[in-house]
């Protein structure tokens, strides 16, 4: 019987460079903190220094999130799953999406309510200006015997 091993991701140190800018830029022009890319299984490809304190929630907790909205979405016949907004007590997550082709997603944090379209128009923007990078990223599920 065959067996599936989590995927893995090669990245060149390049690229991983580019995206930790990109997310460094977006923090830095915002009031957000805790931004991640994030791929569709759970595995965090690359972080903000902010994130870095919490690093497991931001692996296999917005897969699992980003797994069951495609699902209510499709059943509900919706159309694709863009983002999704959680409201906490002391501010809110966001976790963007953007088209079903792509295998990452950009996670990050804020605190104040008042700006939220505001930072939703820099996260759409950042994470727009990220998917050429992240689409020359390799990820391959690895299969044993």
């Known amino acids: 019987m065959e067996k599936i091993r989590p995927p893995e991701i090669n990245i060149d140190q390049d690229l991983l460079a580019e995206i930790m800018h990109n997310l460094e830029k977006l923090e830095s022009s915002t009031d957000l903190e805790g931004s991640a890319i994030v791929s569709k299984t759970g ?9 870095d304190i919490i690093a497991d929630i931001y692996s296999a907790s917005p897969a699992t999130l980003i797994s069951l909205g495609e699902k209510i979405s499709s059943g509900l016949g919706q ?4 983002e ?7 501010g809110y997550t966001i ?5 079903t082709d792509n295998n990452f997603m950009l996670f990050t944090n804020c605190l104040k309510g008042y700006k939220l379209g505001y930072y939703f128009h820099k996260i759409r ?9 992240l689409k020359r ?4 599920e690895l299969r044993t015997s």
Request: glycine fraction near 2%.
């Open 95 to 99: 976790i963007l999406v953007n088209d």
């Open 79 to 82: 159309g694709e799953l863009r």
């Open 43 to 51: 595995l965090r490809i690359a972080s903000s220094e902010t994130a």
């Open 125 to 133: 923007k950042s994470f727009r200006e990220m998917e050429p990078i």
């Open 84 to 90: 999704i907004m959680i409201r906490r007590v002391k």
């Open 137 to 140: 990223i390799e990820t391959k």
